[in-house]
């Protein structure tokens, strides 16, 4: 039972990449700015983030779901690099909201500040991820169907990590509120 939620939490882990690769993909002009307001990486390096994260997100997650689902061995890797980036993610963030913790967080387009809750979703999905890597290795002979179906709570995982980090930015916009023009 716990490898179960293991890997639904990782699986979630790489949706929550997936869905937010692809909003980098959308919206690149958000990602360099939020980037440019935190102001912890050199102008060459946001340059490069900007360019690569979103696709990198993407392919990372869309991976390690095609491997559960063909082969879960083989997810096993895959998951590994959900877990690195989710690493990568937590040590950011982390560094953002000690440093600079009024900018912008980026997530999602999200113009509320870093919040710990934010922090707190990185480090558990890397977690999550790192615990799922040896379940992954040692899974074999399990159908499709039950694997397939294990992706349904891995929709409501991301969601909730999308989520609930929502609402804890909710109302703590770094953006100045604009007024509407006054009618003429």
Do not use: K, N
């Not at 716990?2 to 990449?17: E, R, Y």
């Not at 980037?35 to 390690?64: D, E, F, K, N, Y």
Request: aromatic share 6%; glycine share 10%; hydrophobic share 60%.
């Amino acid at each position: 039972m716990v490898a179960h939620a293991v890997v639904t939490a990782a699986l979630g882990a790489a949706l929550l990449l997936v869905a937010g690769g692809v909003g980098h993909l959308r919206d690149r002009r958000a990602l360099a700015t939020a980037l440019a307001s935190q102001r912890v990486l050199p102008r060459w390096a946001r340059a490069l983030v900007t360019v690569v994260l979103g696709p990198v997100q993407a392919i990372v997650g869309v991976a390690a779901v095609t491997a559960w689902l063909a082969v879960p061995r083989l997810a096993a890797p895959a998951v590994a690099l959900v877990g690195a980036l989710f690493v990568a993610l937590g040590l950011y963030t982390t560094v953002l909201r000690i440093r600079v913790p009024a900018a912008p967080c980026g997530c999602f387009g999200a113009s509320g500040p870093v919040t710990p809750v934010v922090v707190a979703r990185a480090w558990l999905f890397a977690g999550a991820a790192g615990a799922a890597v040896p379940v992954l290795w040692g899974a074999s002979g399990v159908p499709l169907g039950p694997r397939a179906l294990l992706l349904l709570p891995a929709v409501l995982v991301a969601l909730a990590g999308w989520l609930v980090a929502e609402v804890f930015t909710v109302g703590r916009s770094t953006q100045p509120i604009r007024r509407p023009p006054a009618l003429s």
